[in-house]
């Protein structure tokens, strides 16, 4: 007897979108997301030179009150702080306090607790970016199973953050053709493994459209990087990548020893 052929049975492949055809929700009429997702908020604080005036005594107490109320809400469960120094990288900022929560509100609590302390009084805050984690509607045929959902924020020795704004026109072009350009823009980027990449969303919260921000251990690695994705289509409709913060990642209390 003729040996019956072999029945192989094959997966149906998973059903990838390949781009959102419709992000205006036009046609689908999308309902409102009310799901929880995390805001995060990049605060960046500049010193008063007075403050280096004071008896030596004066200063560190004041930091040690500082830092004691940063490390108190980092040991929280329901809130995620990293702390960076910009001493010596950039001139009008000082230190920065990167502050992840469900609730936007912890971020006003957290910093009437910082406003009380007695470094408050000799501090200034020239930039404060406010921004929500949503998924990325570029990413789904890499990675269908879900990405921008939580920040998980890195362990990298430098964060690079900056606000971010697309030109009008990019909205005006079709899906396929940001598509095909962002897909141009994840190619480029791939090889540079040691970046990882926080981009959160601004629409309506705050004046920038997205904060990015970089995790990595080698400022050079990032450098080649953006120097490569000026090359790339997609960087013509950006309208806004500036102020650039270059943040090197440090406990609390040896960014208070920075500053005074």
Known sequence: MRK????????????????????????????????????????????????????????????????????????????????????????????????IAFDPALFQEMQAALNATA???????????????????????????????????????????????????WYKLTPHTRQGMMDEHIYLSAPFTGVRLNTSYSYGIDDQEFVVAFDADHPQEFVDLVHRLRFSEASLYTLRDTPMFTCRKKPIREVMDDLA
């Open 4 to 99: 019956k052929p072999e029945v192989r049975q094959y997966k149906e492949a998973p059903t990838r979108r390949m781009f959102d055809i419709d992000p205006a929700g036009l046609v689908i009429e999308k309902a409102p997301d009310r799901a929880r997702r995390q805001f995060l908020n990049y605060a960046f604080f500049k010193l008063d030179p007075a403050f280096r005036r004071l008896e030596k005594a004066e200063r560190e107490e004041a930091k040690a009150e500082f830092a004691a109320v940063v490390e108190a809400w980092a040991q929280r469960d329901d809130f995620i702080v990293r702390t960076y120094s910009l001493v010596g990288l950039r001139a009008d900022v000082d230190f920065m306090i990167w502050r």
């Open 119 to 169: 470094l408050m009084g000799y501090l200034t805050q020239p930039y404060s970016f406010l921004s929500m984690q949503k998924r990325s509607i570029y990413v789904d045929r890499y990675n269908p199973e879900g990405e921008g959902v939580e920040v998980r924020p890195g362990e990298g020795k430098y964060l690079f953050v900056y606000p971010f704004v697309k030109k009008r026109e």
